[in-house]
Every structure is written in structure tokens, then in C-alpha cells.
């Protein structure tokens, strides 16, 4: 590997870690919102309704997978 090729590597290195820094609280602010609100609307309609809570999670999951797809900023 030349000199140049590892300088651009670690380059793109950093950027890739300065990124995911900058998602990093995003997502663990809304991981935090889909517990809250698994513990405070889910856990009690699965105990009333157990197929229409989960309907429910899924979508908010698929939300919070959504948001993660569209904000990964060309990473795959």
C-alpha cells in the first residue's frame, strides 16, 4: 500500500468515525423513546390485546429501521 493510499484510508477512517459519533446520540435517543414507549403503551395492551400490541411495536420498529436506513448517510 503506498503512502498515499494509507493517508486515505485513515482519512476516510476518521470521517467514517466522526459520523458515526455524530448518529451515535440520535440513535440512543430514539432507542431510548421506543422502550419508553414499550414500557408505557405495548406491555399493557399485550396484557388486554396481545395481537393489536404488537401490530403496534412493529410498526414503531419499522419506523426506528426506517429512520436508521435513511439517515445511514450511504452506508451499507
Given at each position: 500500500?503506498?503512502?498515499?493510499a494509507g493517508k486515505d484510508l485513515k482519512?476516510?477512517?476518521?470521517?467514517?468515525?466522526?459520523k458515526f459519533n455524530q448518529a451515535t446520540?440520535r440513535v440512543e435517543e430514539e432507542v431510548?423513546?421506543?422502550?419508553?414507549?414499550?414500557?408505557?403503551?405495548?406491555?399493557?395492551?399485550?396484557?388486554?390485546?396481545?395481537?393489536?400490541?404488537?401490530?403496534?411495536?412493529?410498526?414503531?420498529?419499522?419506523?426506528?429501521?426506517?429512520?436508521?436506513?435513511?439517515?445511514?448517510?450511504?452506508?451499507?
Amino acid at each position: 500500500m503506498t503512502n498515499q493510499a494509507g493517508k486515505d484510508l485513515k482519512d476516510f477512517g476518521r470521517r467514517v468515525e466522526a459520523k458515526f459519533n455524530q448518529a451515535t446520540p440520535r440513535v440512543e435517543e430514539e432507542v431510548r423513546k421506543v422502550i419508553t414507549y414499550l414500557n408505557d403503551e405495548v406491555v399493557p395492551e399485550v396484557r388486554q390485546n396481545s395481537s393489536k400490541a404488537l401490530k403496534v411495536a412493529a410498526e414503531q420498529l419499522r419506523k426506528l429501521a426506517e429512520y436508521l436506513d435513511n439517515n445511514a448517510g450511504g452506508r451499507q
